[in-house]
């Protein structure tokens, strides 16, 4: 990196963790430090909101995603619209006529202490789990750049945010997510024109858009119903709105958000103009990943994108059957180019497709044989480099300075999303676990002091995990796997509040508690895609806790 692109990123950095601590200083009060003191604006809270969901891990994975599978994935996003018009309609309201701190109190009064801590612990381990995968994601990115022990590079993410959530909670939570959201936009509107603007003169976007179609990377629909195939429109529409009910509905770590509004209307149009604004934001940053594909096939593009495994395979007695492998896939790009001149605009993609289906079967072959040399002379090294394509192209294709913004974007978006958990993560522990099962609840001065101290706690724990995290399959379908496995749980748990009036308070813990261990049981066993895990659990939990009860009364 050069001069430029340093003082670029520790400028950005260093203005987000300044005003935050600034901005939010006078915070004196309990109520202020967890709930914003209740003043936050709708287009602030809808922006807070976009903020929490899009974690580095959003930046970093996402366009590898794409990359190497295609659009498919924002059929995960379908959902979400109809999710959020039910959390406005029936959530939401329900949580500022109660003036809850938390999503959990309420169902102490619905139920009893044990399901509201049961619910606060399901939700402790699940965020605790995803917030440590939040400083991992961009410590990736940084141990690329810089060759420093990602250990180091978790301790000092995770310190950059502890600063200021400790130092203003809330409040600080959103407003540093304003400008982090600016940076965010900015960075991958400016990612998207180089992009574009280094396709040979030819090629126009057009152009590029039937190119990656007929490489079968705008698979935007897959209407199947094989459940083995992860991300379908059925998964999405099904799947994916009882994950974002759940998520957006439950999760502390969004509903503090919107708690801190001025009104219940505030609240709504928050979530609302996230809902318009999310799955455009995605389709976007698939598409970048689509038109990184685009530009290698104009580019020489490495057999694998992490360059620890590569450097790791060539200083091994397997370098020469890396290099075959190597020479192989050029070949192989040199044959793809010799069609794509053969075509003027693209237009017949059926044809198009039908010459670059063996050849990309063939680069397919070479890649897993890659992988497996990988596996084998370095197991200890990621082999899977999905996550790291994006920021290869980063550091290899972009002018100097906007390297910078680009690892501004995944850096700030790491420290808005693991702002927002932090800080739902020590107030529930604080309001769901402490004071309700202790003899003198703390108040004003020591309840905020505790909730700060039990912020730095979380903050350790994060990084903690973050050391340990080993790479998944996909970084980003890591976070949403530890995700459904408990979500469905939970937003079962408080739709029988809010539905089943008749359902006991035994039962439905009882319930709970086995429904956990048969969706853990689930996904270990390989049985369903995960998204399916959210309905799953969110019907099970239901479904026992009525049968449970109605035994009890009989």
Known sequence: MSGIDWLILLLTLGFIVGYGVWKTRAVTTAHEYIKGDEKTPWWAIGLSVMATQASAITFLSTPGQAYFSGMGFVQFYFGLPLAIVIICLIFIPLYKKLKVYTAYEYLESRFDKKTRVLTAVLFLIQRGLA??????????????????????????????????????????????????????????????????????NDMNLYKAFCLAKANDKINLINTSFDLKNRYTIWTGLIGGTFLMLSYFGTDQSQVQRYLSSKSIRESQLGLLFNALLKVPMQFFILFVGVMVFVFYQFNTAPLSFNPQAEKAVMDSSQAAAYVTLKNEKESLELAKQKIYKSYHNYDDNEGLADQ???????????????????????????????????????????????????????????????ASELNALATTTVVDLYQPNVSQPKKGTQLMNLTKLTTLIWGIIAIAVACIAPLFDNLIQLVNIIGSIFYGNILGIFLIAFFFKKITSNAVFIGALLTQFIVMGVYFSDILPFLWLNLLGCVLVILLAAILSNFKKK
Do not use: R
């Open 131 to 200: 917030t440590g995968i939040t400083i991992y994601a961009p410590s990736i990115v940084l141990s690329v750049v810089l060759g420093w022990p990602l250990v180091w590079l978790n301790i000092c993410v995770g310190v950059l945010v502890i600063i200021y959530t400790v130092s203003g909670g809330t409040k600080a939570v959103t407003v540093t997510q304003k400008q982090q959201m600016a940076v965010i936009f900015a960075g991958m509107f400016a990612a998207f024109f180089i992009i574009y603007t280094s396709l040979p």
């Open 356 to 418: 670059l289906q063996a050849l990309n079967f063939k680069l397919q072959k070479n890649k897993e044989a890659s992988i497996t040399l990988i596996d084998m002379v370095a197991p200890e090294v990621e082999s899977n480099d999905k996550d790291y394509v994006f920021i290869h192209f980063i550091l290899h294709h972009l002018p100097k300075g906007l390297i910078g913004l680009l690892l501004a974007v995944i850096l700030s978006a790491a420290m808005s999303s693991t």
